[in-house]
């Protein structure tokens, strides 16, 4: 069925509406409950829930959809980027209420995260949407489906019923893993929080999607903070040839065009199906700094990352799996041999698979939280 862009304009509207009312309800609830003096864990454990499962998924999808729509007009560009740290600060936000160890100061947490959201909301109603409706070279209906598509994708996973009555011990965990990571990056050391969260997770992981998003939030804001290192280009490649700036015979992986759930699936499904010496090329739209240090958590010694090209707009890496581990531990940790120039990017902002010769379609055993 085909929308117009009118229906997709008002269609887009109706779900923020519907997002901003089921928000401003379990507020409410939490609210009652801390006001009369009962229980108020199971109320802002159902916040939590609905905001790591319909919020932020949604948040993510609408960076991947209409925020790239929106960047694209230069009087845009710094609202786009405004509301972009607002998604942040909501999961932030998030992370602190789960946090919380007094009804007054879940309530607290849960209020100012649901004035943000309603803020936040208001201002692509406002300023964002109407100028790409108004815009010819703008698909709003496309962006629509696309958006609803990687929403689902996000918030696809097996889940099974929990005793609700049972303290949840791995969230508290990530939590309290989360936090020390923060504290760690706000001392400077922003390579060593990104480092702990992921190898944490890699011992932690479990089957929990509301858990996978806040560590995928968490590794995407602790990466802003990792200021030091440069960025070393690449040359060439173990392939010893490049053609047109890709190495050349290796398969070419895009995943722009997909979900953040669907891109970790066909990034580690790729590398498990390489053979000793080979690799390929992923394309992104935003820096996948997050995704290496997922590499180096579950894969020490035996990958090898190159940077071929390091945005504004699109960002190339050669992932391979060396010869031998050996040359994976030198590999992993930046470029390869041959010729290369190393470029500092601190001052660059970080921001459908492509036909690859043997497309994997097999996701590894254990899928790791989204972090490409």
Not at 74 to 80: F, R, S
Not at 222 to 242: C, H, I
Request: hydrophobic share 40%.
């Amino acid at each position: 069925m085909t929308i117009t862009e009118n229906e997709a304009f008002e269609a887009m509207l109706a779900h923020h509406q519907n997002l901003g009312d089921e928000v401003a309800r379990r507020v409410g609830a939490l609210r009652a409950a801390v006001e009369s003096e009962r229980a108020y864990e199971a109320a802002a454990a159902e916040f939590v829930a609905y905001v790591a499962d319909e919020v932020l998924p949604h948040a993510l999808a609408e960076e991947h959809t209409v925020y790239q729509a929106a960047r694209a007009r230069p009087e845009l560009a710094a609202t786009v980027e405004e509301m972009t740290a607002e998604h942040r600060s909501l999961a932030s936000s998030l992370e602190r209420l789960a946090q919380s160890s007094s009804g007054p100061d879940a309530l607290a947490q849960a209020e100012a995260l649901g004035a943000l959201f309603a803020t936040h909301v208001g201002k692509e109603n406002d300023l964002l949407l109407p100028p790409l409706q108004a815009d010819k070279t703008v698909d709003l209906a496309q962006l629509l489906v696309q958006m609803h598509r990687l929403t689902e994708a996000a918030q696809h996973a097996t889940s099974t019923e929990e005793d609700s009555s049972a303290p949840d011990t791995e969230s508290r965990m990530l939590s309290l893993l989360l936090d020390a990571g923060g504290g760690l990056a706000e001392a400077g050391q922003g390579d060593r929080a990104c480092r702990l969260v992921a190898q944490a997770w890699a011992v932690l992981r479990v089957p929990r999607p509301d858990l996978a998003v806040r560590v995928t939030a968490a590794l995407h804001r602790l990466v802003r903070s990792v200021t030091a290192e440069p960025v070393t280009f690449t040359a060439a490649t173990s392939t010893g040839e490049v053609r047109n700036g890709e190495p050349a015979n290796e398969a070419l992986l895009d995943v722009r065009d997909l979900a953040p759930a669907q891109r970790h699936e066909a990034i580690f499904a790729a590398y498990s199906a390489l053979a000793r010496g080979a690799g390929f090329v992923l394309v992104n739209d935003h820096d996948p700094k997050p995704l290496r240090y997922q590499f180096e958590a579950e894969h020490t010694g035996e990958f090898a990352w190159d940077v071929l090209e390091a945005g504004p707009k699109v960002w190339r890496v050669r992932i391979g799996r060396p010869a031998s581990p050996a040359a994976g531990a030198a590999q992993g940790k930046g470029g390869t041999g041959g010729a290369e120039a190393e470029l500092d990017v601190r001052p660059f902002p970080t921001s459908s698979v492509t036909s690859p010769s043997s497309p994997p379609t097999t996701p590894s055993a254990q899928e790791p939280a989204s972090c490409s």
